[in-house]
């Protein structure tokens, strides 16, 4: 981790911003990478955050392209991928005859279990950074100016 000089009032907006795009990347690079060393090695960051959204109920792919802020296309497209790999099936809709319901597989179960995994790593390694006092603080003061779910790649 880089020491940083402290911010002047002027640019602690950008410096917070940029701070907080970095760590956001840090945590899903660590998550990807051990998603990857856990044996899913065909799987891309963009999978994990629709995982987010099916979990725990399924999604349909409307839902699923509003949570990737993506057109229903490209989330059409995800969920081929998606069930074409084996991480996710389609479901007739319990309430809606037109839809189809995502719902995981016990392979994207297993997937998710080794992101969750490897964020536990990440957030214990940077306890070991910061203390864990430090790391409460910093959650607690995030959740309470952050959307809880709105979890979404940067960029596909």
């Not at 995982?51 to 409307?62: D, E």
């Not at 959307?147 to 790649?153: A, K, L, N, Q």
Request: include cysteine.
């Amino acid at each position: 981790m880089t020491d940083l000089k402290p911010a002047s009032t002027l640019h602690q907006g950008q410096d917070l911003a940029l701070l907080l795009l970095a760590a956001g990347a840090a945590a899903t690079d660590a998550i990807h990478s051990g998603v990857q060393a856990a044996g899913f090695g065909d799987v891309r960051p963009t999978h994990g955050f629709a995982f987010v959204r099916m979990a725990p109920n399924g999604a349909t792919v409307g839902e699923l392209a509003e949570h990737l802020a993506v057109t229903k296309q490209a989330a059409s497209q995800l969920v081929d991928e998606l069930v074409r790999k084996g991480y996710a099936e389609r479901h007739p809709h319990p309430d809606d005859a037109r839809a189809r319901l995502i719902t995981l597989t016990e392979r994207g179960w297993a997937c998710t279990r080794a992101a969750d995994a490897a964020a536990a790593n990440f957030a214990a390694q940077w306890a070991a950074v910061l203390g864990d006092s430090k790391i409460t603080e910093l959650r607690n003061a995030l959740a309470r100016v952050v959307t809880p779910g709105r979890v979404r790649p940067a960029s596909w």
